[in-house]
């Protein structure tokens, strides 16, 4: 008798929280919400951010409020969201390095993969293969054979190790099978400057980084490593057409929130992010920075986690081969 008082007290202890998961769903947002941005204001990952947060607002009903959280290459506020309350109302926007490389370089107080509900994929911004105007290579085959026959003479710029111009240089060494010295900047913005001096001869930078420098002649672009040409870039080959085929990397950038999160809010949220991105004047302004939107079909919670999964396991390998680690 006492075990089966037992059993009927846990079914309805669960149908009651059921309800209440239910109800509380139901009326979210009933407030503003946040996305924590765990870098400094102005920044790529905040410009995706505030016209993310402008597309959704409508969806949502109410206001979608940006809060920077800098430090740690993003980790600090990446953790304020996976120590959060699971409610809906603290979302975690990162990117590539903040939920796929920091958790192979740092000794991270989350996990990635179990602290955090994954929502959707947003938007991704691949890299472009440029050098320096002095480099006599005029595609990407003949740049790889100038690399291969002077590596002692050239040098890539990166914004520091870990980074995504770091790690990107060392999967197109393993990939090209070629060999140079990698020359660490406080960004991509002073390594761009030595770039177009002449002081280094390649870098792999994204898109909407160096495209203004490519469109102004100062440094030439050789290839973009996606599968498909930038919309406002076309002239641009992809690696597939240069020479280079498979050698795709890009700064994507996604959504998540506490786990435990009730899947009738992470739906709520992913419903609104897809209205966004379906709105003719936020994709128009997501494409004129340069960046890509998924397919309907890739923007939803289990796309995302499906994908960072699988980023997880292709890049964390290479960057323990080489030795990244930082404290």
Known sequence: MAMKNIRVAAIALAALFTSVTVGVAQNYPSRPVTIVVPFAAGGPTDVV???LAEGMRPSLGQQVLIENVTGAAGSIGVGRVARAAPDG???????WSTHVINGAIYSLPYNLLTDLAPVSLLVSNPQLIVANNKVPATDLKSLVEWIKANPDKVSAGTAGAGSASHIGGIYFQ???HTSFLFVPYRGTGPAMQDLIGGQIQIMLDQS???LPQVRNKQVRAFAVTSKTRLAVAPDIPTVDEAGLPGFY????H?????KDTPKPIIEKLATAVRAALADPATRKRFIDLGQEIPPVDQQNPAALGAFQKAEIDKWWPLIKAAHIKLD
């Open 254 to 258: 996604g959504l998540w929130v506490p």
């Open 174 to 176: 393993n990939f090209s």
């Open 89 to 95: 109302y603290t979302i975690s926007i990162g990117h």
């Open 49 to 51: 951010a505030r016209i």
């Open 249 to 252: 990397i890009s700064v994507w």
């Open 208 to 210: 909407s980084n160096s």
